[in-house]
């Protein structure tokens, strides 16, 4: 399914009241896959592989390094009660991809649970067939968040509202259903 048409099967679902699916089962265990942007043609990078807490995370060319890698663990805990919800982590830096206000980094999760807010991500699917997904941080719902995308200067940002028409928030991610 092209894009477009994953856009025109979204926008069709919104504008008739229809909630975004949730794949029939989330991943049994941790899966490994970059997170890419059809859109923009880029990959989630964490520049250099750096370890610094707090780093902004970038789109780059994607090239299938490390940087470029991420695995999505699967969390149940009192904070995330949502199915399909993940920590997501880098494996170079071995950091977790989280929502600080208006940017999207990395910081050490290490040992932590309850996840606190920001540091989990729902994956609302746009075209299970095509492994595409609405990033939506796991604290709120696609109607109220702020998803990940792409933005305009080639940043990733959370948007100010999720928007499953807007080919900047759908990203690939591979083996998750």
Not at 19 to 46: H, N
Not at 48 to 73: I, K, W
Not at 88 to 93: F, L, Q, T
Request: glycine fraction near 8%; include cysteine.
């Amino acid at each position: 399914m092209t894009l477009g048409r994953v856009v025109a099967a979204a926008l069709t679902a919104l504008a008739t009241g229809l909630a975004l699916g949730t794949p029939s089962a989330q991943a049994a265990g941790p899966v490994t896959s970059t997170i890419y942007s059809p859109s923009a043609k880029v990959c989630v990078d964490v520049p250099g592989g750096t370890t610094d807490d707090n780093r902004n995370l970038v789109p780059a060319t994607c090239n299938g390094s490390a940087e470029q890698q991420f695995t999505f663990t699967p969390v149940h805990d009192a904070n995330n009660t949502q199915p399909n919800t993940y920590v997501v982590v880098n494996r170079a830096s071995g950091l977790c991809l989280f929502k600080f206000r208006f940017e999207i980094r990395q910081a050490n999760c290490a040992g932590v649970s309850p996840y606190p807010a920001g540091w989990t991500w729902v994956l609302y699917p746009l075209d299970p067939a095509a492994h595409t997904y609405l990033f939506v941080p796991g604290y709120t719902t696609p109607a109220i968040g702020r998803c990940l995308a792409v933005g305009a200067t080639t940043s990733l940002l959370p948007t100010p509202f999720c928007n499953a028409a807007d080919p900047a928030q759908a990203f690939v991610v591979t083996g998750l259903s």
